[in-house]
């Protein structure tokens, strides 16, 4: 890729500044899905990572319905970052309800 072509694409990418899309959108929704990411596998951050995903799947089950797939994702990221918080009981009654929802 090209240096012109480079600095185009990041002039695509940058947020435009009078740009509000709101806590419920899907921009914000990915950013703070990231953000989990980041705590989770980055910082090792495993009960802030479970705080995000929780909230993630709170709007999401909201927004999209308890059986929508990125509302049963975010459940599933919860249920391990609490497993990487070895608590496993809590971890195991997470994934169990994953199951009956998937079924």
Do not use: W
Request: net charge neutral.
């Amino acid at each position: 890729m090209s240096m012109s072509a480079l600095r185009a694409s990041f002039v695509c990418l940058r947020p435009c500044p009078d740009l509000t899309v709101g806590k419920d959108h899907p921009f914000t929704l990915a950013v703070l899905t990231r953000l989990a990411r980041l705590l989770l596998d980055g910082k090792g951050d495993f009960r802030g990572a479970e705080d995000l995903f929780r909230q993630l799947h709170s709007v999401f089950e909201r927004t999209m319905g308890s059986d929508h797939a990125s509302t049963l994702v975010s459940l599933n990221n919860a249920a391990f970052a609490v497993y990487r918080q070895r608590d496993l009981e809590r971890a195991e009654a997470l994934f169990r309800a994953l199951i009956v929802a998937y079924e």
